[in-house]
């Protein structure tokens, strides 16, 4: 019997039958503590096979994102080979159209980096939260 049918078998347990004896103290500790360690493990068996089906939903999702993102960056080297193409269609060298697309990459990637830094310089502390921290330990001394 696995720990997750334990569970389900506690909850269509029998009924004790009523006797003139009261059960003792001790009985009634013991009866608990059973049936809290044996739901318990029912939680944890629970827990744990929802657990492994997100793992592996989550891992095939990972996979996928991952093979996209390659096929992505495949696009793109594609692209920037046609575009160096239409370029040389203008009678320039193919090593200077290849030069071209090569500068405005890095002209792209120079905008984003400044974007990036301007924006990470507004980015503050939680200022609030720091403020309401310092008054807790003030909230714990008796007032006067």
Do not use: N
């Not at 389900?8 to 009523?18: F, I, L």
């Not at 360690?37 to 657990?51: P, T, V």
């Not at 009678?91 to 990470?120: M, S």
């Amino acid at each position: 019997m696995t720990s997750l049918e334990e569970g389900t078998d506690m909850a269509h347990r029998e009924p004790v039958p009523a006797t003139d004896e009261e059960p003792t103290l001790g009985k009634l500790v013991a009866d608990a503590s059973r049936d809290v360690s044996s739901l318990m493990r029912a939680e944890i068996a629970l827990a744990k096979s929802e657990l492994s089906v997100s793992i592996k939903t989550s891992g095939i999702a990972i996979a996928l994102f991952a093979v996209a993102g390659f096929l992505l960056l495949l696009a793109i080297i594609m692209v920037s080979v046609a575009i160096a193409y239409f370029i040389h269609m203008a009678e320039l060298d193919l090593a200077w159209c290849f030069l071209i697309v090569f500068g405005a990459y890095v002209l792209v990637a120079a905008l984003l980096g400044l974007v990036g830094y301007l924006r990470i310089r507004r980015v503050r502390g939680p200022e609030r939260a720091i403020a309401q921290a310092k008054q807790i330990p003030s909230a714990f001394k008796p007032s006067a």
